[in-house]
C-alpha cells in the first residue's frame, strides 16, 4: 500500500484537513476504527476536543472508534506482542546515566581527566541518546572524522551493550513495532492510520512508518511552514514514505497581526496579559490562547505571577521544578552538609523550609536557631557546634545565676532558661543529624543510599499525618521525589557501588524536571514554551521573548561530538542548524496556530542586568511581510502603523492603557 498525503498549514486547516481525513477513513461505516498519531498527547486532546465541538456539525461521522496516539506510544502497542516474554525494562536518564558512570570509571581513556565531573556524565548521556539511532556503518563513518569522536563512539558502544542485556529503549521498541506480523489481528483494531502534522521524526520511527505503510492504509496530514529549512524534517518524512512536497507550499490566510515593543522582560509579561484580557473583553474564551515564550523559569515565573494578579485562569507546566518543591530542597539540603562540613549556612539552608521536625516531632524554631547560631559564632564544623553552643548555655546559665542572687523578676529569670534550653536542643538536634548524615559504615550502594535517603526524609519530615496540611502541590512532589529514590534503587545490577559523589549526582538530575503541569489543559489560558502549540488550533496567540540572542538564542558546538563529526552520520545526527531550524520551525507553528489574531512582544533590554536588545530576526520577516519591507531595529521603532506600538517604560505604557490587567495597573493608570 501506498501513503496518501495531504499539505497544509498549521492551525484551523490542519484540524479541518484531519476531520476529513477522519472522515474519508470511516466513509460510510462511522463504527470504522481510525488511529490518529500525534505528536504530543496535548496535540491528541486538543485535536479531539476541537473535532467534537467545531467539525461534527460540519457532516463529519464523530469520533467513535477514533484513537490518539503519539508514535511512541503506536510503538508501545505494536511492540507488545513480540516485547511479550521480554523481561528487560523501560530504560531511563538515570539509567543511562549510572552505565555511563561506570564505563567511564572503567574504560576512558583520551576522556579520562575529565570522566569524574558531572557535566562529562550529561554530555555523554545525551549523546548516547543520539547515537542510538545510527546503525553500525554510520557509527564507524562518525568515528573516523577525529580521535574524540572515535573515543565517544567507543564509549557509547561498551554502554549499549552493557544496557542490551536489562532494558529497552525507544529504538528497540520502534524497531520491534516495525517487525510486527502483517496478519496480526491488532492491525485490524487499528484500522486506518492518520499521521497527523509529525514533527521532527528520528530514523527508527520513520523505518516503523514506512513498515506500517507497506501494510496498513496511511495517511499523512503535513503541515508547512513554508520556511524551507524549518520544513526539511517533513519534507524527509514526506520523501520516506513515498510522496513528495509541493512546489510552492500551501499558503495560510494570515491572521491579523500586532506588534509591542516595549522596555523589558516584566513589563512584556505585563503587556501580554493586557492582550489576554483585551482579547476575553472581546468575547474571546481564555481557552482559545496562549502566550509563547523562549522557555526557561525566568519567563514562565513572570507570566504566571502577573496572570495571577489579574485573576487570569491558566495552565501549562507548573514553572516549578522538582528541586525547589519542600522536599526536593530538604533532600539537596541534606546532602549538602557533609561537603560543606555542617556550616552554619548549610545547616540554617536545610531547616529554612520550616517543615523540617524536631526530635519532638514539632517544627524546629528557625528564626530562633538561626539567631542563637550566628551570636554564638558558629561558622562550620562538629567541633564549633559543640564547643561554641555549651559556651553560649555556660553563660546564660552564668547570668541566671547572677539575676538570681540580685533578686530579679522571674520573667527575666525565665527568659535566660529559655536561651539555655534553645542552646541545648539546637546542639542536640546538629549532634543527631551529624551522626544521621555521617553514618558509619556509610552505605554505598544504590538500595543503601536510597534507602538512608528515605529514611532521613521520614525522619525530617515525618509521616503522612504529619504533611496533612502540606498544599496538594508539596505532597505531590514528596511522592515524586520518593518515586526518584524507589527508581535508584533498582540501578545496583548496572552499577553496584556507585558511592556517595554519585548518588549525589544523580539525584540533582532527577530532581532537575518540572514539576507536573499547573492547572488542566482547556480550563484557561495556555502558557509554555515555543513548541507547545505546535499543532494546536487557537483564537489568539502572544509570543513573548523575541530579541534576537533570546530567540533565537546563542548556540555552541557539541564539546563531545561536534558537528564536522556529526556531518559524517548522513542526517541521522542534529547540527547547530538542525537545532536552529527545528526552533525556527516552533516559532512559525506558533504564529500559525492563531486563527484571529497573532501579538509579538519584544523586550529593548533587561533594566537589571543593563543589556539592550534589538529585535529577533524572525520578528523583522513578519513586520517585512506585512509592510512589504524589512525595516532596521531604528526604523522599527519609527513605525506609525495601527499595528505597532512602542512604550519607553512601564509608566509610559500606563499612560496610553486601555485595558488594565488587574486592579493595580488601574489604580496606577
Given at each position: 500500500?501506498?501513503?496518501t498525503?495531504?499539505?497544509?498549514s498549521y492551525?484551523?486547516?490542519?484540524t479541518?484537513?484531519?476531520?476529513n481525513a477522519?472522515?474519508?477513513?470511516?466513509?460510510?461505516?462511522?463504527l470504522?476504527?481510525?488511529?490518529?498519531?500525534?505528536?504530543?498527547?496535548l496535540?491528541?486532546?486538543?485535536?479531539r476536543r476541537?473535532l467534537?465541538?467545531t467539525?461534527?456539525?460540519?457532516?463529519t461521522?464523530?469520533?467513535?472508534?477514533?484513537?490518539?496516539?503519539?508514535?511512541?506510544?503506536?510503538a508501545r502497542?505494536?511492540?507488545?506482542?513480540?516485547?511479550a516474554?521480554?523481561?528487560?525494562?523501560r530504560?531511563?536518564d538515570?539509567?543511562?546515566?549510572?552505565?555511563?558512570?561506570?564505563?567511564?570509571?572503567?574504560?576512558?581513556?583520551l576522556?579520562?581527566p575529565v570522566?569524574?565531573?558531572p557535566?562529562?556524565?550529561?554530555?555523554?548521556?545525551?549523546?548516547?541518546?543520539?547515537?542510538?539511532?545510527?546503525?553500525h556503518?554510520?557509527?564507524?563513518?562518525v568515528?573516523?572524522?577525529s580521535r574524540?569522536?572515535?573515543?565517544?563512539?567507543?564509549?557509547?558502544?561498551?554502554?549499549?551493550?552493557?544496557?542490551a542485556?536489562?532494558?529497552?529503549d525507544e529504538?528497540?521498541?520502534h524497531?520491534?513495532?516495525?517487525?510486527?506480523?502483517?496478519?496480526?489481528p491488532?492491525?485490524?483494531e487499528?484500522g486506518?492510520?492518520?499521521l497527523h502534522?509529525?514533527?521532527?521524526?528520528?530514523d527508527?520511527?520513520?523505518?516503523l512508518?514506512a513498515?506500517?505503510?507497506?501494510?496498513?492504509?496511511?495517511a499523512?496530514?503535513?503541515?508547512?511552514?513554508?520556511?524551507?529549512a524549518?520544513?526539511?524534517?517533513?519534507?524527509?518524512?514526506?520523501?520516506?514514505?513515498?510522496?513528495?512536497v509541493?512546489?510552492?507550499?500551501?499558503?495560510?490566510?494570515k491572521?491579523?497581526?500586532a506588534?509591542r515593543s516595549?522596555?523589558?522582560p516584566d513589563?512584556?509579561?505585563?503587556?501580554?496579559?493586557?492582550?489576554i484580557?483585551?482579547?476575553?473583553?472581546?468575547?474571546?474564551?481564555?481557552?482559545?490562547?496562549?502566550?509563547?515564550h523562549?522557555?526557561?523559569?525566568?519567563?514562565?515565573?513572570?507570566?504566571?505571577q502577573?496572570?495571577?494578579?489579574?485573576d487570569v485562569?491558566?495552565?501549562?507546566?507548573?514553572?516549578?521544578r522538582?528541586?525547589?518543591?519542600?522536599?526536593?530542597?530538604?533532600?539537596?539540603g541534606?546532602?549538602?552538609?557533609?561537603?560543606?562540613?555542617?556550616s552554619?549556612?548549610?545547616v540554617?539552608a536545610f531547616?529554612?523550609?520550616?517543615?523540617?521536625?524536631?526530635?519532638?516531632?514539632?517544627?524546629?524554631?528557625t528564626?530562633?536557631?538561626?539567631r542563637?547560631?550566628?551570636?554564638?559564632?558558629?561558622?562550620a564544623?562538629?567541633?564549633?557546634?559543640r564547643?561554641?553552643?555549651?559556651?553560649?548555655?555556660?553563660d546564660?546559665?552564668q547570668?541566671?545565676?547572677?539575676?538570681?542572687?540580685?533578686?530579679?523578676?522571674?520573667?527575666?529569670i525565665a527568659?535566660?532558661?529559655?536561651?539555655?534550653?534553645q542552646?541545648?536542643?539546637?546542639?542536640?538536634?546538629?549532634e543527631e543529624?551529624?551522626t544521621?548524615?555521617?553514618?558509619d559504615p556509610?552505605?554505598?550502594?544504590w538500595p543503601?543510599?536510597?534507602?538512608?535517603?528515605?529514611g532521613?526524609?521520614?525522619?525530617y519530615?515525618?509521616?503522612?499525618?504529619?504533611?496533612?496540611?502540606?498544599?496538594d502541590?508539596?505532597?505531590?512532589?514528596?511522592?515524586?521525589?520518593k518515586?526518584?529514590?524507589?527508581?535508584?534503587?533498582r540501578?545496583a545490577?548496572?552499577?553496584?557501588?556507585p558511592?556517595?559523589?554519585a548518588?549525589?549526582?544523580?539525584v540533582?538530575?532527577?530532581l532537575?524536571h518540572?514539576?507536573?503541569?499547573?492547572?488542566r489543559?482547556g480550563?484557561g489560558?495556555?502558557v509554555?514554551?515555543?513548541g507547545?502549540?505546535?499543532?494546536?488550533?487557537?483564537?489568539?496567540i502572544?509570543?513573548?521573548?523575541?530579541?534576537?540572542?533570546?530567540?533565537p538564542?546563542?548556540?555552541?558546538d557539541?564539546?563531545?561530538?561536534?558537528?564536522?563529526s556529526r556531518?559524517?552520520?548522513?542526517?541521522?545526527?542534529?547540527?547547530?542548524?538542525?537545532?536552529?531550524?527545528?526552533?525556527?520551525?516552533?516559532?512559525?507553528?506558533?504564529?500559525a496556530?492563531?486563527?484571529?489574531?497573532?501579538v509579538?512582544?519584544?523586550?529593548r533590554?533587561d533594566?537589571?542586568?543593563k543589556?539592550?536588545w534589538?529585535?529577533?530576526r524572525?520578528?523583522?520577516?513578519q513586520v517585512?511581510?506585512?509592510?512589504?519591507l524589512?525595516?532596521s531595529p531604528?526604523?522599527?521603532?519609527?513605525?506609525?502603523?495601527?499595528?505597532?506600538?512602542?512604550?519607553?517604560s512601564?509608566v509610559?505604557?500606563?499612560?496610553?492603557?486601555?485595558?488594565?490587567?488587574?486592579?493595580?495597573e488601574?489604580?496606577?493608570a
Amino acid at each position: 500500500m501506498a501513503a496518501t498525503f495531504t499539505f497544509t498549514s498549521y492551525g484551523t486547516e490542519a484540524t479541518a484537513a484531519l476531520a476529513n481525513a477522519i472522515a474519508t477513513a470511516k466513509g460510510d461505516n462511522p463504527l470504522a476504527p481510525v488511529t490518529v498519531i500525534v505528536p504530543s498527547n496535548l496535540v491528541g486532546v486538543a485535536a479531539r476536543r476541537s473535532l467534537a465541538t467545531t467539525h461534527s456539525a460540519g457532516g463529519t461521522p464523530g469520533l467513535a472508534a477514533v484513537r490518539f496516539e503519539t508514535l511512541l506510544g503506536l510503538a508501545r502497542l505494536l511492540a507488545g506482542t513480540a516485547l511479550a516474554d521480554d523481561r528487560r525494562r523501560r530504560i531511563s536518564d538515570p539509567v543511562v546515566g549510572s552505565a555511563v558512570r561506570t564505563t567511564l570509571a572503567r574504560s576512558a581513556d583520551l576522556l579520562r581527566p575529565v570522566a569524574h565531573h558531572p557535566a562529562t556524565e550529561r554530555a555523554l548521556v545525551r549523546v548516547h541518546r543520539e547515537l542510538r539511532e545510527l546503525d553500525h556503518t554510520q557509527l564507524d563513518n562518525v568515528a573516523t572524522t577525529s580521535r574524540q569522536a572515535s573515543e565517544v563512539i567507543r564509549l557509547h558502544r561498551l554502554i549499549r551493550d552493557r544496557l542490551a542485556e536489562r532494558f529497552i529503549d525507544e529504538v528497540d521498541l520502534h524497531r520491534a513495532a516495525a517487525a510486527i506480523d502483517p496478519t496480526d489481528p491488532l492491525l485490524d483494531e487499528l484500522g486506518t492510520l492518520i499521521l497527523h502534522v509529525p514533527g521532527r521524526t528520528p530514523d527508527s520511527g520513520l523505518a516503523l512508518l514506512a513498515a506500517l505503510a507497506e501494510i496498513r492504509p496511511v495517511a499523512v496530514i503535513a503541515a508547512l511552514t513554508g520556511n524551507e529549512a524549518a520544513d526539511e524534517p517533513a519534507r524527509n518524512l514526506v520523501e520516506r514514505l513515498g510522496g513528495a512536497v509541493p512546489s510552492p507550499v500551501p499558503t495560510q490566510m494570515k491572521s491579523e497581526l500586532a506588534v509591542r515593543s516595549v522596555a523589558d522582560p516584566d513589563e512584556e509579561a505585563r503587556v501580554a496579559v493586557r492582550e489576554i484580557v483585551a482579547a476575553a473583553s472581546n468575547g474571546i474564551p481564555f481557552a482559545r490562547m496562549a502566550i509563547v515564550h523562549p522557555g526557561g523559569e525566568r519567563y514562565a515565573r513572570l507570566l504566571h505571577q502577573h496572570l495571577r494578579s489579574a485573576d487570569v485562569p491558566f495552565n501549562g507546566v507548573a514553572g516549578r521544578r522538582l528541586d525547589e518543591s519542600l522536599t526536593g530542597r530538604i533532600l539537596l539540603g541534606l546532602l549538602d552538609l557533609d561537603d560543606n562540613d555542617f556550616s552554619r549556612t548549610a545547616v540554617m539552608a536545610f531547616i529554612s523550609s520550616g517543615a523540617v521536625l524536631g526530635a519532638d516531632g514539632a517544627a524546629v524554631p528557625t528564626t530562633a536557631w538561626e539567631r542563637l547560631a550566628r551570636s554564638a559564632g558558629v561558622v562550620a564544623g562538629a567541633d564549633q557546634w559543640r564547643s561554641r553552643l555549651r559556651q553560649v548555655a555556660a553563660d546564660q546559665r552564668q547570668r541566671r545565676d547572677d539575676l538570681a542572687s540580685q533578686g530579679a523578676e522571674p520573667g527575666r529569670i525565665a527568659a535566660v532558661d529559655n536561651k539555655i534550653s534553645q542552646a541545648m536542643d539546637l546542639l542536640d538536634f546538629v549532634e543527631e543529624l551529624i551522626t544521621n548524615v555521617g553514618t558509619d559504615p556509610a552505605p554505598t550502594d544504590w538500595p543503601g543510599l536510597t534507602g538512608w535517603a528515605a529514611g532521613m526524609l521520614d525522619r525530617y519530615l515525618g509521616s503522612a499525618a504529619d504533611r496533612a496540611e502540606w498544599p496538594d502541590h508539596e505532597v505531590e512532589a514528596h511522592t515524586r521525589v520518593k518515586d526518584l529514590l524507589t527508581g535508584l534503587a533498582r540501578l545496583a545490577s548496572i552499577e553496584p557501588r556507585p558511592g556517595a559523589a554519585a548518588f549525589r549526582r544523580a539525584v540533582i538530575d532527577g530532581l532537575d524536571h518540572d514539576l507536573d503541569r499547573e492547572g488542566r489543559f482547556g480550563d484557561g489560558v495556555l502558557v509554555g514554551g515555543f513548541g507547545v502549540v505546535t499543532g494546536l488550533d487557537l483564537d489568539t496567540i502572544v509570543v513573548v521573548g523575541l530579541a534576537e540572542g533570546t530567540t533565537p538564542s546563542r548556540s555552541s558546538d557539541d564539546p563531545l561530538l561536534p558537528d564536522s563529526s556529526r556531518h559524517a552520520a548522513d542526517g541521522a545526527l542534529m547540527t547547530r542548524p538542525d537545532r536552529m531550524a527545528d526552533l525556527h520551525h516552533r516559532v512559525l507553528a506558533a504564529l500559525a496556530a492563531a486563527q484571529h489574531r497573532r501579538v509579538l512582544v519584544f523586550p529593548r533590554g533587561d533594566l537589571g542586568r543593563k543589556n539592550e536588545w534589538v529585535p529577533s530576526r524572525w520578528l523583522l520577516d513578519q513586520v517585512e511581510e506585512e509592510l512589504g519591507l524589512r525595516p532596521s531595529p531604528t526604523e522599527l521603532e519609527d513605525l506609525r502603523e495601527p499595528w505597532f506600538s512602542t512604550s519607553p517604560s512601564f509608566v509610559g505604557s500606563l499612560e496610553r492603557l486601555t485595558s488594565p490587567a488587574d486592579e493595580q495597573e488601574y489604580a496606577l493608570a
